[in-house]
């Protein structure tokens, strides 16, 4: 499929935003029907065989090499900081239903976690610091997230905190940050015949499509329960870091020579923006703050264009998005 953007770019993407099955139905999962369905849907790791990839990964252009790598990266990275974090979330659940299936979702990560570094040492034949180094979700968003699950650790009874840490965990890494980057990649692995990663990140997005719908039914809950503001709050203080990693501006994305190229790459880069920007403001109609949605994505909008900013002064030169809107 096509579409045209803001500033003109018509993306060359080939998927929507992917929902989760809960909105596709109309209706928010509870806790007791994420966990049977957790039961359906188990799958493992050795069954992918990520090293049947790295002959058709040896054969890839530098750049197709490093384009991939840097996205494998920043999951990797992301699912091992989850995994870590969590536990806070685990301990201090609204209900014991709550408590039973984000107990499955730990195991799902940590699954992850063992899918990304697999793939990468067995499928691209590269070792972890190379790709966790520098990642802007590592240096940017991992502190902010630590920071909101250990103020449930530190005290179990605040269920402030918790909703406050169901944001920045569920709504935004999960539902933003990861179901836009698992879409591309998604894109990216199939283009390149890169099987095994395509078989590996369908599995990954049917867990994290689970975890999503938790955390919308979570904070539905929690804003029927007067938590409103605390979640609207927790939205728009995650705004930053989010566009931030999505942007990337410690890593340079290189302007290609040819026009087509340019256009191509930066109608990938801005679809991936616009779609997170998308899953943003549902978000919020879907949890019940319906209000905070036309704030949210002009809050979205500038946190962007702070990001472009910050790259072109990182870089001395435009990322791609504006390189090819110029």
Known sequence: ??????????????????????????????????????????????????????????????????????????????????????????????????????????????????????YLEEGCRTGLDAVEEGADYAEVFTPELTR?????????????????????????????????????????????????LEEGLTNVTRDESRHVSFGLRAAQDGVAGGFGQVIGDAHFESLGVAAWVLIGPSRHNPVPALPMALRSRAAQLYGSVEIARERLVKQLRLVGLPELSEKAGAAWDLAVETALDAYAERWDAPHPIRAAAA
């Open 148 to 196: 909101a699950t250990d103020a449930v650790r530190a005290d179990h009874q605040d269920r402030e905190s918790w909703y406050r840490a169901l944001v920045y965990y569920h709504l935004i890494t999960e539902g933003v940050l990861a179901a836009t980057a698992l879409r591309t990649t998604r894109f990216l692995a199939r283009r390149l015949k890169l099987e095994a």
């Open 1 to 118: 499929m096509t579409m045209t953007t803001t500033s003109g770019l018509v993306l060359d993407v080939t998927e929507t935003a992917p929902e989760t099955a809960a909105e596709q139905r109309g209706r928010l999962a509870n806790s007791g029907d994420l966990y049977r369905r957790w039961e359906r849907q188990q799958w493992a790791v050795a069954q992918v065989d990520p090293a049947r990839d790295a002959p058709t990964w040896a054969a890839l252009s530098p750049f197709s090499r490093d384009q991939m790598l840097g996205s494998l990266g920043e999951l990797e990275v992301g699912e091992v900081t989850v995994t870590h974090t969590l536990g806070a979330l685990i301990d201090a659940p609204p209900t014991e239903d709550d408590r039973i299936f984000l107990c499955t979702q730990l195991a799902d990560e940590a699954r992850h976690v063992r899918f990304f570094q697999t």
